[in-house]
């Protein structure tokens, strides 16, 4: 059904010349309108353009309030056609009471008692007009809506869409990089084995260049490939986690690392969070590697706390090493963001952007407080 | 005596290098037969199928080659027949879930990770060398 938005007011006074005097009122007020005579004409007319139903007694008789009725309650939702019902005055055909029971099924409905004023009938039809109006504003709102859902949808099941084929492409490169550079790996080794010092006093140097610039790019590929996995949008987990075993799990990772440095290492009980296991792996991992990598020469230690905090748990993992000077507080969490050359210490520069990207994807927060030569505090939040 | 026959099929000049360097390193003498894509790895299969080739006692197979797959060749295997009691070795860079998962399935005799570095390489030697003798063994005690 195509709705006009300024559609018709459709007289229904079949008997004498009410309807074209009605329809002359309504002219000279700019409302346009439509006679419909009979009940099936009413009907033709309301497939076309309805805009208000106005009507003398014969809108009482049963079958036209039984067809009505039945029209009307296909109306959509947001549609409720007015219907104007002029009635005789004084008590002949009864009060108005029982003639507004015989038609309540045809829902909104006013009456307008004889003698009636013309600028009586004029202002009732105006403002059931408006009304009109105002429903046919609601409609347009709803389909615009349905049609916003309509792209939203969309715009997910793209997004969707991108971010697995994105995971397959960081997979594959990550994994199609790493290729050649094994096989450089393996005959800088060759080279090494059998032409080791044919080479001339640098050709060792050279060499070793080389190898270590190949490790580099490993673990560039290695960490880039963990950047992307920790930015995925991905599913949140459905069960809480308990965050002792990503702990441990990263402490048995760095236990290397841990054993070489001589570091004392305190842990709080970790509480449950519903946070992937693999992202607070990651955290611990790159926080407590940290701690451990920037230590201090002399009795190096990191503790790792937690506590709540309002809605969130509040982690932190103290050193006692050499400190960050705080105007650097924040690019550190920037991604390739280094404070040192690779000679003094190594690194590429992924892993505090990798932490900032998991917090983050949680709604938490990352930042330290540090200055140099005093030790540094990274904290972080996750919710309840 | 004859020297027993194995199958290189890797399309990587430098992985084939290094293969024959550990066998060599790990003494297994074997007659090397190297193919360097999937096609002509299905065509080797063809020529024993007619008698043209001498069955191998070992498979060494790569999973990323030009034209057929590993996978495809390694299915070729078992629908010829004639390779049930030849050990497979797997040799593949790589470290997806779903080709580990795969060579588990199908039953592939080993998966051995192409290492970056040469020592782990070498190794690849010494598995060959106990799968020769361990299925020797089998053979004359079956």
Redesign the interface.
């Known amino acids: 059904m195509t709705l006009s938005q300024q559609g018709q007011v459709l007289i229904h006074a079949p008997f004498g010349r009410d309807a074209e005097l009605i329809q002359r009122v309504l002219a000279h007020a700019q409302i346009g309108s439509e006679i419909c005579a009979t009940l099936p004409e009413l009907e033709a007319a309301l497939d076309r353009a309805d805009a208000a139903i106005l009507g003398d007694e014969a809108l009482q008789a049963k079958p036209v309030v039984e067809t009505l009725a039945a029209r009307l309650s296909q109306q959509p939702p947001w549609s409720d056609i007015p219907l104007l019902m002029m009635t005789s005055g004084g008590t002949e055909t009864g009060s108005s009471r029982q003639r507004l029971q015989l038609i309540a099924p045809l829902g909104n409905v006013m009456l307008l008692e004889r003698p009636l004023r013309i600028p009586t009938l004029v202002s009732a039809v105006k403002g059931a007009l408006r009304a009109r109006q105002h429903q046919y504003q609601i409609r347009d709102l709803l389909v615009q809506r349905e049609r916003d859902v309509h792209a939203i949808e969309l715009s997910n099941e793209e997004l969707r869409r991108l971010n697995a084929e994105l995971q397959q492409f960081a ?1 594959s490169a990550s ?1 199609d990089l ?2 050649p ?3 450089i ?3 800088c ?2 080279i090494k ?1 059998q032409f080791g010092g044919q080479l001339g006093p640098a050709g060792d140097q050279f060499i070793k260049y080389m190898v270590e610039s190949v490790r580099r790019m ?1 673990q560039l590929l290695t960490d880039l490939l963990n950047y992307t996995r920790s930015t995925a949008v991905g599913e949140d987990p459905a069960a809480l986690v308990d965050a002792n075993i990503p702990l441990q799990r990263a402490l048995t990772n760095l236990g290397p690392d841990i054993e070489q440095s001589g570091i004392t290492i305190a842990t709080d009980a970790m509480p449950q969070v519903r946070v992937h296991e693999f992202h607070l792996e990651q955290l611990f991992q790159n926080l407590i590697g940290n701690a451990i990598k920037y230590r201090s020469p002399k009795n190096p230690t990191a503790d790792i706390r937690v506590k709540q905090e309002g809605d969130f748990w509040l982690f932190s993992i103290a050193d006692n090493g050499i400190g960050i000077d705080p105007q650097y507080a924040d690019i550190i969490f920037g991604l390739f963001k280094r404070l040192h050359q690779k000679e003094e210490y190594s690194g590429t520069g992924i892993g505090l952007a990798i932490c900032k990207r998991i917090v983050e994807r949680y709604g938490g927060r990352i930042w330290v407080d540090s200055d140099l030569g005093k030790g540094a505090i990274f904290y972080f939040t996750l919710p309840h | 005596m004859q020297l027993p026959t194995i199958w290189l099929i890797e399309d ?1 000049p ?2 084939i290098f ?1 293969i024959e360097q550990a066998l060599g390193v790990h003494g297994v003498a074997a007659d090397l037969v190297v193919r360097r894509d999937g096609q002509s790895a299905f065509e080797l299969i063809g020529e024993l199928e007619t008698q043209q080739q001498v069955c191998p006692r070992l498979i060494i197979l790569d999973l990323n080659l030009p034209k057929r797959s590993g996978q495809e060749i390694f299915q070729r295997f078992r629908v010829s027949g004639q390779f049930n009691d030849v050990p497979v070795v797997i040799v593949s ?4 879930p779903s080709d580990q998962r795969w060579a588990v399935h199908i039953g592939v005799t080993r998966f051995f990770r ?5 020592e782990e ?1 070498m190794k690849i030697g010494e598995l060959v060398n106990h799968l020769l003798l361990n299925n020797g063994q089998q053979e004359r005690d079956g």
């Open positions: 997979y994994h790493r290729e550079l094994r096989v790996s393996l005959y080794e060759v084995k490993e | 990587n430098a992985d290094l860079s790589s470290d997806a192409k290492p970056s570095s040469l390489f």
